[in-house]
């Protein structure tokens, strides 16, 4: 890990950052590598607490509705992957019209997207990252995205690139995910190339594994039956059968129930079986020392949700790049980011005019 570092003016110090919605710490290993500090995180669930607490000594605050931005640290960077909900478009224009201080702080208001808002609006980070699933700019016919993204431009006044990662250059595992990387001011910012090619299976599979990962005769033959019964159907829907040379189809939270998704092959004479769970923090990009201090159900679910480390450490480092580089502000910057932020908003015409127009106007006035 780097030392200390100039970070701004003369200062000189690690980055910090805050990790919301923090699971099981992917983004604190991934920003830690990066150098930076973490000095607040905040995840409810207690499964996942445990975890947190086992890896990195502290356990997360609870139920993001129960703590006060104002009690939240001086930051540089919000972490967060969060929950993908649907807005309520009524309920975002009022929010907006309402003209409260920081246009967010209605606690009940019951997506996590605006408890993130809320903390950026009051802390103005000079950056924040957030991860999402790719569907993320379909959900809900692309208003979820419009308004996430309009609010952070238009009304926070960040900058934000993003972009959809697929995490298989570093990990045996397709999983897409969208990262939205937001600077206030202007920063030049890339996302790092990930290359189509990454690991095999092989890589992360373990050479002795119990027999109870191995799926009993009746589970077997329930996913090769329902399997038949959606391939008659027409629909894709069945189980994953992968060997060793394989990358392997996207991780769930729900991968405890079957484990369908991603079963491996143990040859013609043997049922497939699961991963295990250490094989599936393998393939989340953990190291092997990381601490799985809770059941397999547990830990299936807290692996499925998380991020892929590597993936993130990769955009953590950038990040931190980024903000170390004085500023840099050129005319050309300024336009170029202009004219891609306005390309891409047209891009996004699910809103009602009449709804942009609060979101501008609020900008207008603060
Ligand atoms: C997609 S997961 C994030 C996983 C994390 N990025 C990781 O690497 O492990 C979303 C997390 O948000 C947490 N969460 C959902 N609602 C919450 C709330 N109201 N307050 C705090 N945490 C919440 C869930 O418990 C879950 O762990």
Not at 61 to 82: E, R, S
Not at 118 to 139: C, D, G, M, T, Y
């Amino acid at each position: 890990m780097r030392e200390d570092r100039a970070v701004f003016g003369n200062e000189h110090r690690k980055l910090r950052f805050v990790d919301i919605f923090c699971g099981i710490g992917g983004f604190r290993i991934a920003f830690e590598r990066a150098g930076a500090e973490c000095v607040f995180s905040c995840d409810w669930d207690k499964f996942s607490q445990l975890t947190y607490a086992a890896n990195f000594g502290e356990t997360p605050q609870g139920d993001i509705h129960d703590v006060a931005v104002a009690d939240i640290p001086k930051f540089d960077i919000l972490c967060a992957g969060f929950p993908c909900q649907p807005f309520s478009l009524a309920g975002v224009s009022k929010k907006l019209s309402l003209g409260r201080k920081h246009g967010f702080d209605d606690e009940k208001q019951g997506n996590l997207f605006f408890d993130l808002a809320s903390i950026i609006s009051f802390h103005q980070p000079p950056a924040f990252v957030l991860e999402n699933v790719k569907h993320l700019k379909r959900h809900d016919k692309g208003r979820t995205f419009e308004i996430i993204y309009r609010t952070l431009t238009e009304d926070l006044g960040y900058t934000v690139y993003y972009k959809v990662i697929d995490a298989r250059s570093v990990v045996p595992q397709h999983r897409e995910r969208i990262f939205l990387v937001g600077f206030k001011p202007l920063r030049y910012f890339e996302f790092p190339e990930f290359p189509a090619e990454g690991p095999k299976l092989e890589t992360i599979l373990a050479a002795d594994v119990l027999d109870k990962y191995t799926l009993t005769d009746h589970l077997w033959q329930y996913l090769q039956d329902y399997a038949k019964k959606h391939q008659a159907a027409g629909n894709g829907f069945g189980f994953g059968l992968f060997t060793g040379k394989d990358v392997a189809r996207t991780l769930s939270a729900r991968y405890h129930k079957d484990g369908s998704e991603i079963l491996i092959s143990q040859g013609p004479r043997k049922n497939p079986r699961r991963l295990t769970p250490r094989e599936c923090s393998r393939l989340m990009g953990y190291p092997d020392d990381f601490k799985i201090p809770v059941s397999d159900t547990q830990a299936y679910r807290q692996f499925g949700n998380s991020v892929v480390v590597p993936v993130v450490e990769r955009i953590a480092k950038e990040v931190v790049l980024s903000l170390e580089r004085p500023p840099n502000i050129t005319p050309d910057l300024v336009l170029q980011v202009a004219e891609r932020q306005q390309r891409e908003a047209l891009d996004m015409p699910l809103v009602r005019k009449k709804q942009v127009r609060y979101v501008v106007k609020r900008t207008k006035k603060d």
